[in-house]
């Protein structure tokens, strides 16, 4: 099963935007009670795709989450092309998001 990766600093964060495949940012805190049920969910639904997901901890990286006017948790961004194509937050329709990571690997 896939795992999320920890982005942990502001560097580790700024080399995303080098990427050139599709990949997941996910906005979460350890306190988050909806983030702990979300999370298995996500990894289940990316597991037959060439998608990464990464996972940043607002409490720690704060800045972030402004730069990305990030209002609520959890938030889930797919991004393409160094651009975002779509975001959940809070109640979140994996329905969406599976086609999107599957129109996404497609391309």
Do not use: G, W
Not at 15 to 25: D, G, M, T, V
Not at 39 to 45: A, D, E, I, N, T
């Amino acid at each position: 099963m896939k795992e999320f990766i920890n982005i942990e600093t502001k560097e580790s964060y700024e080399a995303l935007n080098q990427l050139q495949e599709p990949y997941i940012l996910y906005f979460t805190t350890p306190t988050c009670n909806v983030c702990k049920s979300i999370s298995p969910k996500l990894l289940k639904m990316i597991e037959p795709y060439p998608i990464q997901a990464y996972k940043i901890d607002v409490s720690v990286l704060e800045d972030i989450p402004a730069q990305r006017l990030i209002f609520s948790i959890p938030t889930i961004i797919v991004m393409m092309d160094q651009k975002e194509v779509a975001r959940e937050v809070r109640f979140i329709q994996f329905e969406n998001l599976e086609r999107l990571c599957a129109l996404a690997c497609e391309a």
